[in-house]
Each structure stands twice: as C-alpha cells, then as structure tokens.
C-alpha cells in the first residue's frame, strides 16, 4: 500500500498518530474540488456549496452512526472542543472532569474557561495498566461531585494511546445525568463508532489522522438537547446563501469566504478506507501495534501501559523508554532531543512524548507500515540509548 501515498521514500514515517498524510487519491480529490471552485466561485460558493457539505456530512455521519444533520465541520478536534467549551454554562464554584490522560490542549481550554469564571478543573487519575473497564468507570466517577457540570475525556488517549471504555463511562453519566464531551481524534476509523449507540453529548474529532482526509478536516457532533444551546467562537452570517433551510448549523457552515474542498474530500478517504476494507485496516494496523509493543517493551525492559489486547490500544502503542533517556523539567517547545536525532540523522519520523514524569515513545502507523521498520528503529535505538 505504500504505492498509494506520495512519502517521501527516504523517510520512515511512524507518526500517523499526529499528522496522518492522505493518500493520493484524496489528495487528487481534494484539488479536482478546488479547480470547480476556482473555475466559477459563484456557482460552488453560493449555488453548490451547501448541498455538497450536506451530502458530505449524510455520508461521515453514516461512518460514525449520526444524522449529518448533527454534525458539523470544524478544522481539526480543537476547534471542536474550543465550541463546547464557549457553549457550556460554568459559574463560580461548578466543576469540569478530565482524565489524567488528556491532550495538553484540552487541559488548557477548560483551565482557561474554568479561570474564567471561578470554575476548577478536576482531574482523575485511572488505574494502570488498563485490563479492567469497569475498574476505569469506579475509579473515573469517584472524582464526580455534585458540583461536576461536565466530563470530558479520550476515546482514545493521545500521550498514552489507550482506549477508554466510553460506552460504559457514557451509560454510567446518563443514569449521573453528567454531560459527556468526548475528544476522539484517534478513534475515527481506527474503532467502530456509533454516535446513536454511544449518546454522549458531544464528539469532536480530527479526520486527518486515521480515517486519512487531508489535512485541516474534523467535525463536531452535537446532540439534538443541545443543538439550540450551541455557541460559535466567531460570529457571521448565521444563514443560508441559497434558501437551504434554516439550521442550528448556520452558525457555522457560513463563517465568511473559505474554500471548501478539503471537507468535500472526507467522503474520498471514507471511500478509500471502505474499498480496502475497515476491518482488514484495523486488524492489519493493531498487528503492528502489537509486534511494537512486544519488541520496545522487551527491549527497554519497561512495563506497557495495558493488557496485550484490542480492547486497549489500536493502530498505535505508547511503550515507556529506560529511565537512561533524559526527561525535559519544563517545556520549551522544541522536540525532544532523541525525537531529533532520530529525524535528522535516521530519517525516521516518530513521536516521544513525555508523560506522568517519564520519556515515552509513541508507534502509530498506517497502511504504508511494515515491521521491517520497526526492526530498523530498534537497532537505532540500540546503539543511540
């Protein structure tokens, strides 16, 4: 499969987890859009746009068990929990839940909108390794309080790559009547999702990781309970361009002149995922994932986070480096020195990411993968650690 990505061919790219390339053929997608909208502005902005984002939307919302009509597209997760955050009602005194596992990012918008107004952000810290759901759920809903407005938590976490059990964290706030915001960038294609099923309150994911859409592509889902609560960031138009009917997603599908064309392409990765085969993708990526995790955590002697099974971790592992490997005291900015060398000397692009005060490396790889790379990055890191 390696044939239908334009990768360079002198690199060895182990970081799909963080920014997933498209394959050629949405890429090709992408610009035969761009060249309609470029061809006659007028015709694709104000005459065809909102019936393509509607049909793209219908289709993304069938991959994920939605109504498109619940659905709208953002740039990427972030800008998706940027909205939920502008939208929750928080006062003086009330409480957001996170995981101990959350994206830096994450953390800072609630801390943010929590120092706003007088709010405090709780954090729960989950048991490892991760074997036992319902010991994830006690141990989670044990930091919920009567002062608890909203959990929010990874379907699968960013840091760690573990998969949280949030069909039963979701059951378990319903019967709480907790509102339940999941972060899901990972989770799209790389595991079976059905919003129906799942009934949280909000979604917000990346398309561009594993479902492979192009880059600057995402959605946010929003219940029908919250659908005339919901509050942009940035105020437009609020409306229709062409007597499409009037929707809580005008507020966000005409936010001023943008090109379109990368949304347009979802439903092309969508396409490509299918025709290969969802359950082949998934099953061929985890194996990966697998033979990662047996080789670095045999290698570096340390412990995985989870048990040795798809329930917990999918097309990508976090394994902990030897405590040889410096950790940074603060951040700065910049990549971890290691992250570099690897980059610059090896050509080998993969994430290290610091954690609960260790150094740990993140495999997270795609159809273009294979475990002779792997064996490569371990005699590396055999002579360099």
């Known amino acids: 499969m390696k044939s239908s990505w334009s990768l360079d061919p002198e690199i060895t790219f182990?970081?799909?987890?963080?920014?997933?390339?498209?394959?050629?053929?949405?890429?090709?997608?992408?610009?035969?859009?761009?060249?309609?909208?470029?061809?006659?502005?007028?015709e694709f902005l104000v005459r065809q746009r909102e019936r393509l984002l509607d049909e793209m939307l219908d289709q993304l919302g069938q991959f994920i068990?939605?109504?498109?009509?619940?659905?709208?597209?953002?740039?990427?997760?972030?800008?998706?929990?940027?909205?939920?955050?502008?939208?929750?009602p928080l006062q003086s005194g009330d409480e957001i839940l996170l995981t101990n596992h959350e994206y830096g990012a994450v953390q800072r918008i609630w801390q943010k909108k929590a120092a706003s107004v007088g709010a405090k952000v709780i954090t729960a810290t989950l048991p490892l390794p991760f074997q036992d759901a319902d010991e994830i759920v006690e141990a989670l809903f044990r930091?919920?309080?009567?002062?608890?407005r909203l959990l929010v938590l990874s379907h699968v976490t960013s840091p760690t790559a573990l998969v949280l059990p949030v069909e039963k964290i979701c059951q378990r706030a319903r019967e709480q009547k907790l509102p339940v915001c999941i972060d899901g960038p990972h989770a799209i294609a790389?595991?079976?999702?059905?919003?129906?099923?799942?009934?949280?309150?909000?979604?917000?994911?990346?398309?561009?990781?594993?479902?492979?859409?192009?880059?600057g592509t995402g959605f946010l889902y929003v219940a029908p309970h919250w659908q005339h609560k919901i509050s942009p960031v940035n105020t437009s138009w609020?409306?229709?361009?062409?007597?499409?009917e009037k929707s809580w997603q005008d507020e966000f599908l005409w936010v001023g002149t943008s090109?379109?064309?990368?949304y347009l392409a979802i439903s092309n990765a969508i396409d490509f995922l299918q025709d290969y085969g969802l359950d082949r993708f998934r099953k061929e990526t985890h194996q990966l994932a697998v033979q990662a995790y047996d080789l670095f955590s045999k290698q570096f002697?340390?412990?995985p986070y989870s048990a040795r099974h798809s329930d917990w971790f999918g097309s990508m592992v976090t394994i902990p480096l030897p405590e040889s490997v410096?950790?940074?005291?603060?951040?700065?900015?910049?990549?971890?020195?290691?992250?570099?060398?690897?980059?610059?000397k090896y050509r080998i692009e993969v994430h290290l990411v610091k954690w609960n005060s260790l150094m740990h490396i993140r495999i997270s790889s795609h159809l273009y993968n294979d475990f002779s790379e792997l064996e490569r990055l371990s005699q590396i890191l055999k002579e360099e650690i």
Request: charge should be neutral; proline fraction near 11%; charged fraction near 15%.
């Open 14 to 42: 182990l970081n799909h987890g963080s920014f997933g390339p498209s394959p050629k053929c949405v890429q090709e997608a992408q610009r035969e859009w761009m060249s309609q909208l470029e061809s006659n502005p007028m």
């Open 65 to 88: 068990g939605s109504p498109g009509q619940s659905l709208i597209p953002v740039e990427n997760a972030t800008v998706g929990m940027n909205i939920v955050a502008n939208t929750i």
């Open 143 to 148: 930091s919920v309080t009567p002062q608890t």
């Open 190 to 215: 790389m595991r079976p999702l059905n919003l129906a099923t799942l009934n949280c309150d909000f979604y917000t994911a990346s398309c561009h990781k594993w479902l492979c859409a192009p880059f």
């Open 238 to 244: 609020g409306g229709t361009m062409y007597g499409r």
């Open 259 to 262: 090109d379109p064309s990368r």
């Open 301 to 303: 002697q340390t412990e």
């Open 326 to 344: 410096p950790v940074p005291t603060k951040w700065t900015g910049r990549p971890h020195p290691l992250q570099e060398l690897l980059a610059i």
